[in-house]
């Protein structure tokens, strides 16, 4: 999980890898976590309320431990076939907690991209 994980962080603008003091992985913008990796929760991203809402319809996610009630959600195992809706969820978590500049060239870039 976290190769797939690391893939996806690591092709976003200003990312960085943080291991904190208790091992846990998280992927940070400006300081800002918006994805997590514990052995609790597994893999944890930044979503919002609405998003959760959504999510939590879907058997595989379920509220993230303490963070839950900021949006967070959470999926212990996801399987190979859940990696493209994650790709996509973790890219949402990185623009919720991205400074403003980053949020507008990276969706330069995917419009760029768009018309190719």
């Not at 990312?15 to 992927?27: A, C, K, L, R, T």
């Not at 994805?35 to 595989?60: I, M, P, Y």
């Not at 890219?91 to 400074?99: D, F, G, H, I, V």
Request: proline share 3%; hydrophobic share 40%.
């Amino acid at each position: 999980m976290l190769e797939n994980v690391r893939r996806v962080c690591l092709l976003l603008p200003e990312v960085v890898e943080h291991i904190d003091g208790f091992g846990h992985i998280s992927f940070q913008i400006n300081g800002k976590s918006f994805v997590k990796l514990t052995k609790r929760a597994g893999l944890s991203f930044k979503s919002d309320l609405e998003t959760q809402e959504l999510l939590l319809q879907k058997r595989q996610f379920f509220k993230t431990p303490y963070i839950g009630r900021h949006g967070w959600v959470s999926i212990k195992s996801p399987s190979e076939g859940d990696w493209d809706e994650l790709a996509e969820l973790i890219s949402e978590a990185y623009l919720r907690a991205a400074p403003k500049r980053l949020v507008k060239e990276w969706k330069e870039l995917q419009e760029k991209q768009l018309y190719k």
